[in-house]
């Protein structure tokens, strides 16, 4: 299995900055795309960005400009930088991936999505 874990959470005044990492583990074989969902309370689950391994990037509309993602494909890492915070960015921030990865097994199972246990991002002052 594969394993996502997320960092750099936390509670910034509105205008700040802060940086998300996501880090994968465990008995990988690739990794396709990586990206950064948010569920703030009482509303569905959105993207906020994906990038792909060969750092083809693309962002929700509302995002843009203030959000950057990248990751290290030797590290299987993805990051988010979050400038000019605003309220509504408060949510759960999730780590999502696609890849394939060997079971315990040792069968090969291709095509999986893999998520983070999410970080909270609080926005206010």
């Known amino acids: 299995q594969v394993q996502l874990v997320e960092s750099g959470g936390g509670l910034v005044q509105p205008g700040g900055s802060l940086r998300l990492s996501c880090a994968a583990s465990?008995?990988?074989?690739?990794?396709?795309?990586m990206g950064w969902f948010r569920q703030a309370p009482g509303k569905q689950r959105d993207l906020v960005a994906v990038?792909?391994?060969?750092?083809?990037?693309n962002y929700a509309d509302s995002l843009k400009g203030r959000f950057t993602i990248s990751r290290d494909n030797a590290k299987n890492t993805v990051s988010l930088q979050m400038n000019s915070l605003k309220p509504e960015d408060t949510a759960v921030y999730y780590c999502?991936?696609?890849?394939?990865?060997?079971?315990?097994?040792?069968?090969?199972?291709?095509?999986?999505?893999?998520w983070g246990q999410g970080t909270q991002v609080t926005v206010a002052s």
């Open positions: 465990g008995r990988i074989v690739s990794i396709n795309h």
């Open positions: 999502n991936a696609e890849g394939s990865h060997y079971d315990l097994g040792g069968v090969l199972r291709l095509g999986y999505t893999y």
């Open positions: 990038i792909t391994s060969d750092d083809t990037t």
